[in-house]
């Protein structure tokens, strides 16, 4: 058991304030598990920032301005989100990305946080293992999921159910062991880990949980180009026999 892991859960907002207002609260009963929580907004306008200071999250701002083609193509800003979620932590164990749109159920956090104490580098809530169900999957989304999965499980002899599930915990030494950074870091982050997890022998498992639909606003993820990042992170992986590979021996 690892019972001293000190754990961050990174908020990732941008203009969720209805969606924010339902689960916030939620959440927060189950504070006492984290050591701490953090939000990371990317230029919110509607007062969903200042919602979150009122309930004593601290907010980093993203502070960047990203063109078209960032946005819409390289996902920077998604991105950037992330990584500073991971790097302004003030703990270096384990990091839960959070968003708030409702797609995340808090009530998993239990289970999430039991099995990352129980010595597991990585705990991904599953929306396909067991009876779990997506709401918000479309027939392109969840079929994309299903190919990608199916492949990587294949090429690198993986047994995900969910490879693309945003819902985790994740030990940080993982993003230095896999020479993973801001550089390299891309919207397939869950494939990259996944696949480093699986060439490194490192531990991980899924919990089922369902995801419910988003409740406001619109989905940043674009299936098209989504789906071009996994190609390529899948091949470029496949070719390169050591990427993502930890030299930390077991």
């Not at 929580?37 to 509607?46: E, L």
């Amino acid at each position: 058991m690892e019972k001293n892991k000190k754990i961050s859960l990174a908020i990732l907002n941008l203009n969720e304030i209805v969606s924010l207002r339902i689960i916030l609260p939620k959440l927060l009963k189950y504070r006492y598990l984290v050591d701490e929580i953090i939000a990371i907004d990317g230029g919110s306008t509607d007062g969903s920032k200042e919602f979150l200071i009122k309930n004593k999250i601290k907010v980093i701002d993203q502070n960047k301005k990203y063109s078209s083609f960032e946005i819409t193509y390289l996902k920077k800003n998604i991105m950037d989100a992330y990584w500073l979620g991971i790097k302004k932590a003030q703990f270096n164990n384990v990091i839960i990305p959070f968003t708030p749109d409702g797609n995340m159920m808090p009530k998993y956090l239990p289970k999430l946080i039991k099995k990352i104490k129980q010595g597991y580098e990585m705990v991904i809530v599953s929306r396909y293992k067991d009876n779990a169900k997506s709401y918000d999957d479309t027939l392109v989304t969840g079929f994309g999921n299903y190919m990608f999965t199916k492949i990587v499980n294949l090429l690198f002899s993986g047994n995900f159910t969910d490879l693309m599930g945003g819902y985790r915990c994740v030990n940080k030494n993982l993003f230095k062991e896999f020479k993973i950074n801001r550089s390299n870091l891309t919207i397939a982050i869950h494939t990259q880990l996944a696949i480093g997890c699986i060439r490194s022998k490192k531990k991980y498992i899924e919990i089922s949980g369902n995801e419910p639909k988003r409740i406001a606003g619109k989905a940043q993820v674009n299936p098209l180009i989504n789906g071009l990042w996994e190609v390529f992170i899948i091949i470029e992986a496949y070719l390169k026999k050591n990427l993502y590979k930890s030299k930390k021996k077991i």
